[in-house]
């Protein structure tokens, strides 16, 4: 896929990126309230506007530590609005437009990462995500 | 020298003359013989007069003529009592008694003649010697006994005695009888046994040796027997002759028994009178334990006192018939006094050759002690000679000892000249050192001063680096206030920042109307990131702020450390210096004194100068009199020379 640039958020600590158009809000010193019999992937829930969204921990889905004290970054995917726990905010940038693949570069990877050149971070598919295996289970 | 002194000395004397005799007789052993003949020759020519003499007394019978004396006297007392018939005796007054007997009254001769005077017409005070050594009484009626009464005492060589105390019964007179008796060695001797018609009454006194030693006193009753009674006048006599004592008893007949002592119990076999017994129980027992009864002994001279009494009818008695046999007894003393002479001839040779033997010893003894002393007077004159030569030895000694302390003397003197010298010296110098000293105690004042000032601006800097210290401390604390306070403004931006990225996420949202929104939401983050970076930056500097507070905390505290030390060494040289302030005022004062004391000390120097000019003076002295000594020590070491001559001479010869 070729195409106008793209405008990302960059995450910490690194290497990973989301869409500026799947973004909702940042929202520092979220307040997340555990659920019980919740799915491995999802923390818990937390308030959005009045609206209680899931909330998956980005660290542990990429196969890291649980996160503490980070930001919540809520996004849409597949018409669902839901938070992902990261340790914090690089900055605002534009990557060029991708084709659109998804380029696994391991057998680790997950689908919901997308292929990007090195030294560039690679965009999450906040649609894909959602797929993923470990949040299949009850929210 | 010594020729000429030899020459000088006084000429030898040689032995002299009883030295030469001592020789003599010590020589051979003649003075023992000599002694001999000397003691011996005598004692034969008296011997052989004494012999000739005894003979003579036997011849002549002087005994007889003392008992004759002795007789007429009794016979006159006799006589005297006979006459003073109805006179009693009383004696009861001490002065009576001292009347009679020349001396106090003796308690003992008291009692006895105040308890007999009443019983007794008469009482006869027997004195032997000069002195009372018995009562003889004769009671009344003629019946009576005289009894004897021995005291003890010295005899002393005077004539006996008798002394008769009367009184007559009418007119009361008193009237004291005295005949003396001289007691002769050979009035009788009485043999070892036969018989002596003895009167009733009877006083005898019993010699030995030619010595009183008692009184017989004789208890007779012409009825029945009569006893001989003997005091002991002297206990060393009883003792000695005690076992030889014998018992003497005449009995009715007149005849004298004699046996052992304490054969014959006079009052169970011989009295049988009961006026007797009477008077025999009551004199035995006025009498003291030491009474002894008929113990005359054989070969006892006896003379005594035999009084007529007409009224029994007994005829007179006969001293003649005391010595049973008169010339046999003139024999017997003729022989005894033969036999007495030729002991004491023997005696006399034995004791005078005894003596001659130790006179004998002692003068060979001393003749022997001389020559040792000649031989120790020898070695003594050699030791003489050698002290001589010692003594010119110390002599010429003291002589060079004194020369050389005549030149150490001035040396002396010089070295005191000197002395006095260098005393001024000193003295300049004590007077420019206590200036000086003088000038150190005002440096050490000023010193003094000075560590004083040091003291308080330590004092000073210490207040100040203090405040310094407290300073940096609030430093630091304002420091973390302003940490805080960035820290917020560091927050603040972050919340900016994500503030404009939702700004602009909202913006994208609203499309082409939200274009100039995105753009002030971008400059507020490219703001929120740029107070973000200022607050590091204060964050820095606030760390460096922080860290040079601290060291300058730490800087302050040693600054602290430092400034106290300071000051306590501060203290310390200000008391050292003045203690050496002190020190400099004492040195001082001794400088000054020394300077004021070298004077006298120059003063003292002259007067020891003069002492040793007077001692050269002496030494020089001591140096003639040394000589003069040894001129001494040559003339006694030439008289040793002719000592030890003369030694010789007496152990040669």
């Keep these: 896929m070729t195409g106008d640039a793209a405008k990302v958020l960059e995450l910490l600590p690194g290497g990973h990126a989301l869409r500026q158009e799947d973004l909702i809000q940042i929202i520092a010193d979220a307040q997340i309230a555990p659920l019980p019999s919740a799915g491995e992937g999802w923390i818990g829930v937390a308030n959005l506007r009045g609206n209680l969204i899931g909330v998956i921990d980005l660290g542990v889905l990429l196969g890291g530590a649980a996160t503490s004290n980070g930001l919540l970054v809520a996004v849409s995917g597949n018409g669902l609005q839901y938070g992902l726990l990261c340790e914090g905010i690089k900055g605002a940038s534009s990557l060029p437009a991708a084709d659109g693949a998804t380029i696994r570069r391991g057998p680790e990877d997950s689908d919901w990462l997308q292929a990007a050149p090195p030294g560039q971070p690679r965009l999450i598919d906040t649609t894909l995500l959602l797929a993923d295996p470990r949040l299949q289970g009850r929210l | 020298m010594a020729d000429k002194e030899r020459e000088a000395a006084p000429p030898d004397p040689g032995p002299d003359q009883g030295l030469r005799v001592t020789r003599w007789l010590t020589a051979r052993r003649r003075l023992p013989w000599l002694l001999v003949g000397i003691a011996v020759l005598p004692t034969l020519a008296v011997a052989l007069f004494a012999w000739s003499q005894g003979t003579r007394i036997v011849t002549r019978d002087d005994g007889q003529a003392v008992r004759d004396a002795a007789i007429s006297a009794m016979v006159a007392i006799d006589a005297e ?372 000032e040091v003291g308080r601006t330590m004092s000073e800097i210490d207040e100040r680096v203090s405040g310094i210290s407290t300073e940096i401390a609030n430093l630091a604390t304002q420091t973390a206030q302003i940490g805080e306070i960035v820290q917020t403004v560091s927050s603040i931006a972050d919340q900016s920042n994500l503030l404009a990225f939702n700004a602009t996420i909202e913006a994208a949202k609203a499309g082409e109307q939200g274009a100039g929104f995105a753009v002030v939401a971008e400059e507020v983050r490219m703001l929120a990131e740029r107070s973000k970076r200022a607050a590091a930056q204060i964050r820095s500097i606030l760390g460096e702020i922080d860290k040079a507070a601290r060291d300058t905390e730490r800087s302050s505290e040693q600054g602290i450390a430092s400034v106290r030390t300071g000051r306590e060494r501060a203290e310390r040289a200000a008391a050292t210096i003045d203690q050496l302030a002190t020190a400099n005022e004492e040195a001082e004062a001794a400088t000054r004194g020394i300077a004021e004391a070298a004077p006298a000390q120059v003063e003292a120097l002259g007067k020891i100068a003069e002492s040793t000019r007077t001692a050269a003076q002496r030494a020089e002295e001591l140096r003639s009199e040394s000589h003069e000594s040894s001129k001494s020590a040559a003339e006694l070491d030439h008289l040793a020379e002719r000592l030890r001559e003369l030694a010789t001479t007496l152990t040669n010869e």
Excluded: C
């Design chain 2, 81 to 452: 009592i006979e006459r003073t018939e109805q006179v009693t005796i009383s004696l009861a007054s001490g002065a009576a008694i001292k009347a009679m007997t020349g001396a106090a009254a003796d308690d003992r001769l008291t009692s006895e003649v105040n308890a007999f005077a009443p019983v007794y017409r008469q009482a006869i005070l027997v004195g032997l010697n000069g002195r009372v050594v018995g009562i003889a009484r004769r009671p009344p009626g003629s019946a009576g006994r005289i009894a004897t009464r021995n005291f003890r005492g010295k005899q002393t060589g005077k004539p006996s005695w008798f002394k008769i105390a009367l009184r007559n019964a009418s007119n009361g007179a008193q009237k004291i009888v005295t005949q003396t008796i001289e007691p002769r060695p050979l009035i009788g001797r009485l043999e070892g046994t036969g018989s002596a018609p003895l009167t009733p009454i009877s006083a005898i006194a019993v010699m030995r040796r030619g010595k009183a030693v008692g009184v017989v006193a004789v208890f007779l009753n012409w009825e029945a027997s009569a006893t001989i009674g003997r005091r002991i006048l002297s206990g060393q006599a009883q003792r000695k002759e005690s076992e030889q004592q014998l018992t003497y008893v005449v009995d009715k007949d007149g005849q004298l028994l004699l046996g052992p002592r304490g054969e014959v119990d006079l009052r169970a076999d011989l009295i049988r009178d009961p006026v007797v017994k009477e008077m025999i129980d009551s004199e035995v027992a006025g009498y003291d334990t030491d009474l002894q009864h008929s113990t005359a002994l054989p070969g006892d001279i006896v003379a005594g006192y035999a009084p007529m009494d007409q009224r029994i009818g007994t005829p007179p008695l006969e001293w003649t018939s005391i010595v049973t046999e008169p010339t046999s007894a003139a024999l017997t003393d003729s022989t005894y006094l033969r036999e007495v002479l030729i002991v004491a001839t023997l005696v006399v040779a034995l004791l005078a050759s005894l003596l001659a033997l130790v006179v004998s010893r002692a003068l060979t003894r001393r003749a022997e002690r001389l020559r040792a002393s000649s031989i120790e007077v020898e070695d003594g004159a050699k030791a003489m000679q050698t002290s001589a030569e010692a003594s010119r030895e110390r002599a010429r000694l003291t002589e060079e000892r004194a020369e050389q302390q005549l030149a150490s003397m001035e040396q002396m003197t010089e070295l005191v000249a000197e002395m006095g010298i260098r005393g001024d010296h000193i003295a300049e110098a004590a007077a420019m050192v206590a200036e000086q000293a003088g000038r150190a105690s005002t440096a050490s004042e000023e010193g003094l001063r000075a560590a004083a």
